[in-house]
Every structure is written in C-alpha cells, then in structure tokens.
C-alpha cells in the first residue's frame, strides 16, 4: 500500500481531548474525607476466589475493596439500587476520565441518567501512575471475563469467567432467573488489574496486578447502590484467566456510613438534564 506524499504531515497533526472533562462537576473531595473521618463500618461480605458476591450501600456511603490473602483483581459491576437498568456505564466513564480511573473520577451511569454513580476516594495504588509498557491499573477499557469469548478462542465449557460469578451473584441477590440476570450483568471497572494497549499492535494487554494484600481502592456512593464484585478467576492476571490455573485469593468490601450532619451541603446527583425529546416534542412519562 503506497502512503500518500504529505503522510508524514497528516500523522504530525496533534491530538485534541474528545471530552474536554474541566467544566464536569467536581466532587466536593474534602467534604468526603471528612466524613470519612467520623464514619462507622456497617457491613462488609468476603468475596471467595472464583465466585461474586453483591452489597449495597446507601447514597452517601463509602465503599471499599480491599485485597486480603494474596494479589487478586476484581471485577465490578454497579447498579442504581432501585432499578437495574441505571447501570455502570465503562464506556462513557472512559471518554470521560481515560482508560484507568484515580482518585477523584467518578463511575458514571447509563443513559439517559448519565451521572455519578459513586466517586473514587481513596487508592493505595495511586502511586503507580502509567508504566514504561503504558499499563495502569483500574481500567475501564477490558469488558470482564466471559465464557463465550472462551468457547469462540479455545472451545470448553468454564463457569467461573466474572460474567457467570456476577450473574450467579445478582440471580441470588435479586430472585431473578440466571438468564434474566445474565442480561443486567454489564462491562466492569476492573479493580486492581493491570492493563493497557500495545503501542505496535494496539492490542489490550494484562501484567501481574501491582496490588498487595492491605492495598484498597474506595468510593462513596453517590446514589443508592447495589454492587457485585467478582474475583477473577485470573488472580492478579499475570498469565491467563477464563480457567483454574491461576493462584486466586478473596477480596473484602466493607460499607462505611458517614456521622449525620456530615455531608452538609451534598446532596445525591439528579437525572442527567437532557429533555429526551430528541427533537419531537415532550416525551409521554418525562415529568421534568
Ligand atoms: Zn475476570
């Protein structure tokens, strides 16, 4: 294929931001860490290697994930308590914030709701910054785990990918039959794993997970949340997942609720302000 002759001036043309992100509106982090400071452990569930287990935590509480035992990554997926369909949305979260999330980002829902479901607090791993391979950790550009990728690679029949442990997980939790949950099991933030794109083939890569066992990643909810976390069936992703070869250890989250009259000033995010009429008048429903 013959390159055209001004090619080395098209690829010098610089870069512009999709999503210039400085005029989204801006968590209130000191307000957060001070109620942080005052707030009381409420619950928290052990998620079992190569299983899923779901929590819920009420709008202006703080989650967190923490690794115990051994080097692991999870797999999380984040619903509006009160209607599955407002869900964790991978895709605009990365036009939004990058490939990786940090302190300070927010995991942002579906449409039409488009909002922050809940915003990252604290991070153990911060330090980590981008690697000399362009890994970073948190990402938001893998999918999770699937046994359907894994039959259409290498055929088989594995029931432990994070798709299977998150819906076993949210048919238990919600009484729905697994093929109705299978639905509502979406794309994840992957807690703790190690990713990013090749630079010569651009394709999506893992590495052996930088987290150690009292590293944590936390978040306050924005909205009433139901989660569930799966432990991969990878472990800290350093060789291969969708299989039992790897070593896998449990992961722990734990529910915080702030002292009342601690988010003075903060109230839960609205819908997303679109009108929804896409051009054709009012919406029949749309009460705004
Ligand atoms: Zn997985």
Redesign the pocket.
Known sequence: MSEPKDAAARRAVPPVICYPNDTLPQPDLALYAAARAGAVKTAEVRVEPREAATFHVPAGQFFRISSVDGPQ?G?LNLWNADDLTERFYSGKTRALHGTHLARGERMWSSLPSLRPMATITEDTLGWYGIDGFGGSVHDVIGT??DPYTGNLLAGGQYHH??HSNLTRALADQTGLPLHEAERHVHDVLNVFMCTGFTRDTGQYFMKASPVRPGDYLEFFAEIDLLGAL?A???GDCSAQ?SSDRAACYPLLVEVFAPAPGALEGWSSPALNGYDRTHGRGPVAGHSE
Do not use: F
């Open positions: 990554v797999d999770r785990c990918c994070c799966s991969c069936p990878g997942h």
